[in-house]
């Protein structure tokens, strides 16, 4: 399991790593005890970097975990007397780490959550443009999610701002010979083990290293499943009904007439004018993360809801709009593909306001139903973006046709 070292103690002999459970590996390193012991630690397997003075500023954008290996760049760039501006991005404000140690190297510290439960929401993209709009930046680096570190290089890329990014790929042996952390970098076969970790960013195969990141999702959602005890697979069924505490909490957050008073949503447009001269993009642009989650409060998560009669391939669309609201956006399109392979497409071409939103309660009140679709096609952009796109769990055959 490959790790960035976040700090180091000579004297004391001791280095700091910090670790998110995702996999088997570290689920099982998070649940050691104080005292407790690993096999080995091998290191350091990567290249030396010289970080010094630059005329102008250097921005660091770090995402979720990637803040941990990105302080020690933010303290080394300091040192060398440079002014520093730094990005912390995470879905939300339990996921921004070490904010007081980045601070302490930084001229400038810039949060942005998805949610918006912590400093401005939005994605980190918003914030790094933000600071080149209004100063000359002369490098970029970045760390964090592999979706993420793309589109910051394509922002930087647009710029023209020099951008490394550190990479945390898949590893083996940690010697270059298994060629398990293999990527393409300007068209050259290049090993994050011994090339690496820090890379150009605008000649990196992003989608490449992306496939092949996922190549072991299935084996590794199996040896999870090992960890599991009944009484999870209980509670995971529990979470699915109208009556898990989360909804209910999210019913008495507000009153069904507050929810029906808010307005619908209306779907962004290209602006006419642009689009008479261009072919290249949807008119339709989607919702933002914010108008979602507020389309997604008027629902009233109906006991007898109509909108799964409605809809021909029984989504459940109560729990997928609720888990909207609550900033759950990939588990609200997990919920639409248990029964929809193509929730993206049904989100733009199904013909809701026939099927789904003719049933909706809001109806009876006259008002505007809820947009159903707006929210499918949202969820479903939201998780491909993401690059963390879920596998529906296909049943077993049971031989009967």
């Not at 090339?195 to 190549?215: I, S």
């Not at 959602?221 to 599991?228: Q, T, V």
């Not at 989607?286 to 009233?300: N, Y």
């Not at 809701?352 to 109806?363: G, M, P, R, V």
Request: charge should be neutral.
């Amino acid at each position: 399991m490959p790790l960035t070292i976040a700090g180091s103690d000579l004297k004391k002999g001791t280095i700091t790593l910090v670790v998110q459970e995702v996999g088997l590996s570290s689920t099982r390193l998070c649940e050691l005890n104080e005292g407790e012991s690993i096999t080995d630690v091998v290191g350091p397997t990567r290249t030396s970097y010289p970080y010094r003075k630059i005329r102008n500023s250097n921005l660091c954008a770090g995402g979720g975990v990637g803040v941990a290996p990105m302080l020690p760049i933010v303290q080394a760039l300091k040192a060398a007397g440079n002014r520093v501006i730094t990005v912390l991005a995470g879905r939300n404000k339990d996921l921004i780490i070490l904010e007081k140690e980045m601070r302490e190297s930084s001229d400038e510290v810039i949060i942005m959550t998805d949610d918006g439960s912590y400093g401005r929401k939005g994605l980190v993209t918003e914030g790094v443009e933000e600071v080149i709009k209004r100063e000359k930046v002369d490098k970029c680096f970045c760390i964090g999610p592999a979706i993420m570190m793309k589109f910051v290089c394509l922002l930087t890329k647009k710029y023209e701002i020099p951008t490394d990014v550190s990479l945390n790929t898949i590893m083996v042996d940690g010697t270059g010979m298994c060629g398990a952390c293999r990527i393409t970098v300007g068209g050259k076969t290049k090993f994050v083990c011994v090339d690496g970790p820090e890379f150009d960013g605008h000649q990196v195969d992003f989608d490449e290293m992306l496939k092949r990141m996922g190549a072991f999702k299935n084996i590794e959602r199996e040896e999870m499943h090992k960890l599991e005890s009944e009484c999870e697979a209980t509670k995971e069924i529990d979470e699915k009904s109208r009556n898990a505490a989360w909804r209910q909490e999210l019913r008495k957050s507000m009153k069904p007439k507050e929810r029906t008073a808010i307005p619908r949503v209306e779907m962004n447009e290209l602006d006419a004018k642009y689009r008479s001269h261009s072919r290249k993009e949807e008119v339709n642009q989607g919702l933002t993360a914010e108008q979602a989650v507020t389309e997604s409060k008027r629902c009233l998560d109906c006991a007898n809801p109509g909108c799964m009669e409605g809809c021909p391939v029984g989504i459940d669309i109560p729990r997928f709009i609720k888990n909207i609201e609550r900033g759950e956006f990939l588990e609200a399109a997990k919920t639409l593909k248990e029964t929809s392979a193509l929730p993206a497409v049904c989100g733009r071409v199904c013909p809701q306001e026939k099927q789904c939103e003719s049933k909706c309660i809001h109806l009876k009140m006259n008002e505007k139903p809820v947009a159903i679709g707006y929210l499918e096609r949202f969820a479903a952009d939201y998780e491909r973006e993401s690059g963390q796109i879920s596998v529906p769990v296909i049943a077993e055959k049971t031989a009967s046709k």
